[in-house]
T-cell receptor, first 116, second 113 residues
Framework: AQKVTQAQTEISVVEKEDVTLDCVYE???????LFWYKQPPSGELVFLIR??????QNEISGRYSWNFQKSTSSFNFTITASQVVDSAVYFC?????????????FGTGTRLQVTL | KAGVTQTPRYLIKTRGQQVTLSCSPI?????VSWYQQTPGQGLQFLFE???????NKGNFPGRFSGRQFSNSRSEMNVSTLELGDSALYLC????????????FGSGTRLTVV
């Protein structure tokens, strides 16, 4: 069965600090997709990134970067120079390639608090 | 492109009642998935509909059901509500292709009293 672990329940940083959110996953599939979502207090899950299992290139998007390492089954997310607007709950999710059927398995989320 | 629309945003129901939640996916998307989010259990998959057919189902009792219409809009129904059904219900819109991403709506916050 697939599983996603986000060991950090809550992280507090001061604005402008860099912060890394950890995500470790388990799957028996060789083809799968990994996602990161941001959930602000309004409740909507905001898509940040999708990565398939064959693409181990790290990605940078502005202040956001992602480090995908299949060898350690990790897909970590770093925010550089954090800002108060980054305060939210962040979820890592896994989707196995089960043919036509699909579902996301989410981690328990990491609450990020950025203060001035 | 219009986003994913969930209605209503908030709902208060009494134990034993039933409730219907609605989700309109992004135009052109044929897959709608539903998730339940609670503080205790986190985000859990309920079911997925694709072209009016349930394609996948999570581990929830039969009180939770859904359907999808020909225009891809989906409804989720919970019968005989229990206090534990209080949660944020999120729907996700997708093309339904294996490489497709998921766009979530703002959710319906259900409170059962």
């Amino acid at each position: 069965a697939q599983k996603v672990t986000q060991a950090q329940t809550e992280i507090s940083v001061v604005e402008k600090e860099d912060v890394t959110l950890d995500c470790v996953y388990e799957t028996r599939d060789t083809t799968y997709y990994l996602f990161w979502y941001k959930q602000p207090p309004s409740g909507e899950l905001v898509f940040l990134i999708r990565r398939n299992s064959f693409d181990e290139q790290n990605e940078i998007s502005g202040r956001y970067s992602w480090n995908f390492q299949k060898s350690t089954s990790s897909f970590n997310f770093t925010i550089t120079a954090s800002q108060v607007v980054d305060s939210a709950v962040y979820f890592c999710a896994l989707r196995e390639n089960t043919g036509t059927a699909s579902k996301l398995t989410f981690g328990t989320g990491t609450r990020l608090q950025v203060t001035l | 492109k219009a986003g994913v629309t969930q209605t209503p945003r908030y709902l208060i129901k009494t134990r034993g009642q039933q409730v219907t939640l609605s989700c309109s996916p992004i135009s052109g998307h044929r897959s709608v998935s539903w998730y339940q989010q609670t503080p205790g259990q986190g985000l859990q998959f309920l079911f997925e509909y694709f072209s009016e057919t349930q394609r996948n189902k999570g581990n929830f009792p039969g009180r939770f059901s859904g359907r999808q219409f020909s225009n891809s809009r989906s409804e989720m129904n919970v019968s005989t509500l229990e206090l534990g059904d209080s949660a944020l219900y999120l729907c996700a819109s997708s093309s339904g292709l294996s490489e497709g991403g998921y766009t979530f709506g703002s959710g319906t916050r259900l409170t059962v009293v």
